[in-house]
């Protein structure tokens, strides 16, 4: 044999050889290995599928949850931008009218302190948050689980250190 084929053969351990080294190795055979290469790509195929599934769902959460920022954002301004004769304050309440000519006012009076009969369109109240948010009235008897939830969550993440 010469050198040039020596240097082809494997030199490492038989256990690593790409070829069979001995006649009780078992022979490659070509059917088996491409079933095999077939159903490793067929797998490799269903998790990205499935990984590019997730992603897809998560893009449309996001973009639902962006939709809803602009949606709030466009409802705050047109808030903000209401007419008001008087200084706002936060935590109060404040009520909105609509004029004859569609512009929209707050005022301090709700429907009730003018018996029923306001001079104007009522359209609904809200409550000046310290941040100068504006949060519906119907919105006010809501629960906020938020704090709920991070309290549930710190229960867990001190629980899981006291097991490490």
């Known amino acids: 044999m010469t050198d040039e084929k020596k240097a082809l053969l494997h030199q490492g351990s038989d256990r690593s050889s790409p070829y069979p080294v001995s006649r009780l190795a078992p022979a490659f055979q070509a059917p088996a290995l491409a079933e095999e290469i077939e159903r490793a790509e067929s797998m490799l195929s269903a998790r990205t ?3 590019l599934r997730v992603i897809a769902d998560q893009i449309k959460a ?4 962006a939709r809803k920022a602009l949606d709030e954002a466009r ?5 903000t931008h209401a007419e008001c004769a008087f200084k706002r304050l936060p935590g ?6 609509r004029k004859p000519d569609g512009k929209r006012y707050f005022s ?6 003018w018996r029923g009969a306001p001079p104007h369109p009522y359209l609904a109240s809200y409550r ?8 519906a009235l119907e919105d006010l008897d809501k629960a906020d689980d938020t704090g709920d939830l991070v ?9 899981s250190r006291n097991l490490d």
Do not use: C, G, V
Request: net charge negative; aromatic share 10%.
């Open 62 to 65: 996001l973009q639902a949850e």
């Open 151 to 159: 309290q549930q969550l710190l229960r867990i993440d001190s629980l």
């Open 128 to 135: 000046l948050e310290a941040d100068y948010s504006w949060t």
């Open 75 to 79: 409802d705050e301004h047109a808030l």
């Open 108 to 113: 301090m009076l709700s429907p009730e302190d």
């Open 92 to 97: 109060k309440i404040y009520h909105l009218y």
């Open 49 to 51: 599928s499935a990984k």
